[in-house]
């Protein structure tokens, strides 16, 4: 059964730093490229991240620079390396597989 498990989330200080991971299972991660995405309250989901099979990484302006993605094909996870976060960062982050599952969502807020 395909599915993908996210974690990591929490409350941080503006400025601070969090690790999301993602766990999947039911498919083998390292064929395909797989994206992290977030909704914040009021607001549609958007993306975030992505990385593909072969590693090539794109982000969205927002996180550009602050924001890291990759992955570990042999733990069949992928994460993401949030640094110098800000207020606007706080949101249920994401991630989804090539076949349109989601996870469950982790919660991130960014607050003093």
């Known amino acids: 059964q395909l599915q993908l498990v996210e974690s990591g989330g929490g409350l941080v200080q503006p400025g601070g730093s969090l690790r999301l991971s993602c766990a999947a299972s039911g498919f083998t991660l390292g064929y395909y490229a797989i994206g992290w995405f977030r909704q914040a309250p009021g607001e549609e989901r958007e993306g975030v991240s992505c990385?593909?099979?072969?590693?090539?990484?794109n982000y969205a302006d927002s996180v550009k620079g602050r924001f890291t993605i990759s992955r570990d094909n042999s733990k069949n996870m992928a994460y993401l390396q949030m640094n110098s976060l800000k207020p606007e960062d706080t949101a249920v982050y994401y991630c989804?597989?090539?076949?349109?599952?989601w996870g469950q969502g982790t919660q991130v807020t960014v607050s003093a």
């Open positions: 990385i593909s099979s072969s590693g090539g990484t």
């Open positions: 989804k597989s090539p076949f349109g599952n």
